[in-house]
């Protein structure tokens, strides 16, 4: 890896990128620590110091810690990376969506504009319950601090504009990183928030057990490992193209394979269920978890450590896994398109028989692939509930989401980099 980098860096159009995109990074930071107007940064961190639980922790997780803290960036990218999810399930249900999609560049666009849209539409929503909740106190329930310094409408109005302003500069960012920079914009970007609390546990845990510090790198060495084998391994289909004869010229005739990763719905199943696990939680606290109904949800869904928390975590992982791999992978269409240009997989009929083959064939690798993200997922319940020490529960780094994120779009990164020097590296004939 450093010597990857360190070639990158030789390449001026490459040394270009990394700074562009090291750039966007460090501005993003700045954004998530700057406060939104009215806010009384000091009441914030006194809160932030005593503050502990399972909300809390996954809020800081995923907002980087900016969403707490009532930042400018408050929302980060996770309302964009919310938009994109709800339109790719609306694709499977609405006609016209499946439409523009198959359009190619042209449709991408106009998938990509609604997509903002919602995104804006859901920040306003997001903003709206962050604020709501700071100025009732709900926010942080064990501290009575104040966190805004006007309680008045009008406040409260520019805040929520300020967030929402924010959160379109952070998409701005991520399509600017896209475009001119390195990698994915958005899958940078969270790669960013999910990095930046990183430091902040390691030095709570260190504070209870510097041992237990020791033990957890450790592991989390090799639970990367374990993660990018897993995310790397996959089935390859052969497919054998028949020659055909166009004007003068023979064409086809050749071999190669469709790759099937054993983990083809992502981390997106995991982001899914935990935003829905989220939603009880969140009702609670805007309820003041009073209610038959708010205790059992505090009982039963909130606590992590709770055996039916993780049975509907693990299950409604392997569902919606099942689910997304079978909106995003038709196996009818890529058997369609396979028999148009003459493509049969060797042994297998093309058309119906082929569509059938590779269903029998995907479903097989995605059963595998689901047991993996829920038991990654369910990895530090289980070493909160043997640790049996709350505070380590609360910063416990190497949770399933995290380590997703973190090895995907590293992965990913490293891909670009290298498919990006090779274009322009050039071996003459004669050494």
Not at 224 to 234: D, L, N, P
Not at 313 to 325: E, P, S
Not at 372 to 401: C, I, K
């Amino acid at each position: 890896m450093p010597t990857l980098l360190i070639r990158a860096f030789r390449v001026p159009e490459l040394r270009k990128k990394l700074l562009f995109t090291l750039g966007v990074v460090a501005l993003f930071r700045l954004g998530q620590i700057l406060p939104s107007p009215g806010v009384d940064v000091a009441g914030v961190r006194r809160c932030l110091a005593g503050a502990r639980g399972g909300l809390v922790e996954m809020v800081q997780l995923f907002s980087g810690g900016a969403m707490l803290k009532l930042s400018v960036f408050a929302l980060g990218v996770m309302p964009y990376i919310t938009a994109s999810i709800v339109i790719q399930l609306l694709a499977v249900l609405i006609p016209r969506l499946e439409t523009l999609r198959k359009e190619g560049q042209a449709g991408q666009a106009k998938i990509t504009q609604y997509t903002r849209y919602l995104a804006v539409g859901l920040a306003v929503i997001n903003a709206t319950a962050v604020v709501a909740m700071a100025r009732t106190g709900m926010i942080f329930p064990t501290c009575r601090e104040r966190l805004l310094y006007d309680q008045s409408t009008l406040s409260a109005v520019v805040t929520v504009a300020t967030m929402v302003a924010g959160m379109c500069v952070v998409m701005w960012l991520g399509e600017l990183v896209t475009d001119r920079g390195i990698g994915n914009g958005m899958s940078v970007l969270i790669f960013t928030q999910v990095v930046a609390v990183f430091p902040s546990y390691a030095s709570n845990i260190f504070a209870l057990n510097p041992f237990a510090l020791v033990l957890m790198l450790i592991s989390g060495v090799f639970l990367v490992a374990a993660v990018v084998f897993i995310e790397q391994a996959q089935r390859r289909l052969p497919v054998q193209y028949a020659k055909r004869l166009v004007g003068r010229r023979m064409y086809g005739g050749t071999s190669t394979y469709i790759p099937l990763k054993v983990n083809q719905a992502g981390i997106t199943p995991v982001i899914f269920t935990s935003s829905l696990l989220y939603l009880p939680q969140l009702a609670v606290s805007l309820s003041g978890g009073t209610g038959p109904v708010a205790q059992w949800i505090s009982t039963y869904l909130v606590r992590g450590d709770h055996p039916l928390y993780m049975t509907a975590y693990f299950l409604l992982i392997a569902g919606f896994t099942y689910f997304y791999v079978s909106i995003t992978f038709d196996p009818a269409e890529v058997a369609d398109t396979m028999r148009r240009h003459g493509g049969f997989v060797p042994g297998v009929r093309p058309g119906r028989p082929t569509a059938e083959y590779l269903r029998f064939v995907l479903s097989r690798l995605t059963a595998p692939g689901a047991v993996y993200l829920g038991l990654l997922s369910l990895l530090p319940l289980v070493a909160f509930v043997l640790l049996r020490d709350p505070g380590t529960q609360q910063n416990f780094p190497f949770g399933g989401t995290t380590v997703l994120i973190m090895v995907g779009v590293g992965l990913e990164t490293v891909k670009q980099i290298e498919a990006q020097l090779q274009q322009r590296t050039y071996e003459g004939f004669l050494r």
